[in-house]
């Protein structure tokens, strides 16, 4: 493949011969399938053999997460079962959960070390410095296999095998549909993700936004304090540690705390909080782009502008709520760091935030980091010829539209 792509085929997707034929098998499977809660929480129960979801409350969520699902347009046979397994793997993932804790109730009342948590939207540095961190010893970090499935089934016990399988199978397919996908977000089986996938077991978060175009969701979302989601996380992650143990605490990473830096600090005290930061106006056609391109996943065609202008308003309104937000962080526990000063001396960078969490950056962590350095150089795969004109973007307006945010942080 070439060195730099343009993407051509956003709005109208064009795929091999043999995708094509796996789309039309998806679309035979999606025969019958319903964006339908009823159908769901029967389905689930029938795969898991298991029948409590524990509290409800998620149910009026649920549906409205639904409804705004089925109001996507121009949705595409196998785009119906994409969405609805997604759906569908989150209420087996409750299941299994419910289940565990009541055969381990001790789980709740486990520690939880205050993690180090890395907040940045996509494209500023957030997903190297995760890996890169994640690469030693001193932390415990989510392999994505792990997202998708975090709780085996019983049967399964601790074979982690049958899930890794089964996630390697989709990201497989995803290479194939989407093969510049790894120059914009490299993913495989076992690569760190983040738990914004484990928040979406209690169906609320942003989540849902960059898997189809949702605005009746968002602003269900936006509308809706977050904290007892928040604090189902830190259950789920208490659950994960008592399954699969790890480092002594917890590495976490999404682009989704910029907007909940009140919760994330009341739900995790003590935490450490690396905010990354980069141009704007590059992070958000770079974004939209991205968005644009995995929307032929479900849907054909794409409507990459409306794609376009949705995404600029969205990172506009979290960048002002970092504006806003900001100082609730202790300055002592919490550091802002440019793309460019990250780029420069990465290594340093990553030894500078494991000192401020406090843990010491061993000979073992230093060596595991540079390897994973060595092996990994940016842009191997390629990139991408992004551009704002794609998505009827235009860069001057977008400056202007985050002149708040750009002078607050010098970027």
Do not use: C
Not at 42 to 57: K, V, Y
Not at 125 to 153: D, K, M, Q
Not at 299 to 314: F, K, L, Q
Request: hydrophobic share 40%.
């Amino acid at each position: 493949m070439p060195d730099v792509v343009r993407l051509t085929d956003l709005a109208v997707p064009q795929f091999s011969d043999d995708v094509n034929a796996i789309f039309d098998v998806m679309g035979t499977m999606a025969d019958g399938l319903r964006l339908d809660a009823d159908q769901l929480h029967a389905l689930a129960s029938e795969q898991t053999g298991l029948s409590d979801f524990g509290a409800r409350d998620y149910s009026a969520r649920l549906e409205v997460l639904l409804a705004a699902l089925r109001e996507v347009d121009d949705l595409t046979p196998g785009g119906l079962l994409n969405l609805h397994s997604q759906v569908l793997q989150m209420l087996k993932n409750r299941l299994r959960l419910v289940d565990l804790l009541a055969r381990n109730p001790e789980i709740a009342a486990s520690e939880l070390v205050p993690p180090l948590v890395i907040a940045g939207l996509p494209r500023t540095g957030t997903t190297h410095l995760h890996n890169l961190l994640s690469a030693a010893p001193t932390y415990r970090s989510l392999p994505y296999w792990e997202s998708v499935e975090p709780f085996p089934a019983p049967e399964e016990g601790a074979d982690i095998e049958p899930r890794r399988e089964r996630t390697g199978q989709a990201t497989w397919f995803a290479d194939e549909a989407m093969p510049y996908f790894k120059r914009m977000h490299e993913m495989t089986t076992d690569h760190v993700h983040e738990e914004i996938q484990l928040l979406a077991n209690d169906f609320s978060t942003m989540f849902f936004e960059t898997i189809a175009e949702v605005p009746a969701w968002r602003d269900h979302y936006l509308a809706s304090d977050q904290t007892p989601h928040y604090a189902h996380l830190r259950l789920q992650l208490k659950a994960l540690q008592h399954l699969r143990g790890g480092g002594p605490r917890w590495l976490l990473k999404s682009p989704q705390h910029l907007e909940q830096l009140p919760v994330l600090n009341a739900v995790f005290p003590d935490a450490t909080v690396v905010i990354t930061h980069r141009d704007p106006v590059a992070v958000t056609v770079s974004m939209a782009t991205m968005v644009a391109y995995t929307a032929r996943m479900h849907r054909t065609p794409v409507p990459v502008e409306r794609i376009g202008a949705y995404w600029a308003d969205r990172i506009e309104l979290m960048l002002g709520s970092l504006v806003r937000d900001r100082d609730v962080l202790d300055p002592e526990r919490s550091v802002d760091i440019r793309f460019a000063d990250f780029m420069a001396d990465d290594l340093a960078t990553a030894r500078s935030v494991v000192e401020l969490s406090g843990e010491p950056v061993t000979a073992e962590a230093e060596a595991a980091m540079q390897a994973y350095l060595d092996g990994h150089q940016r842009d191997r795969h390629g990139r991408i010829d992004y551009r704002a004109e794609d998505l009827g973007l235009d860069e001057d307006d977008l400056r202007q539209r985050f002149s708040g945010y750009r002078a607050r942080f010098g970027v």
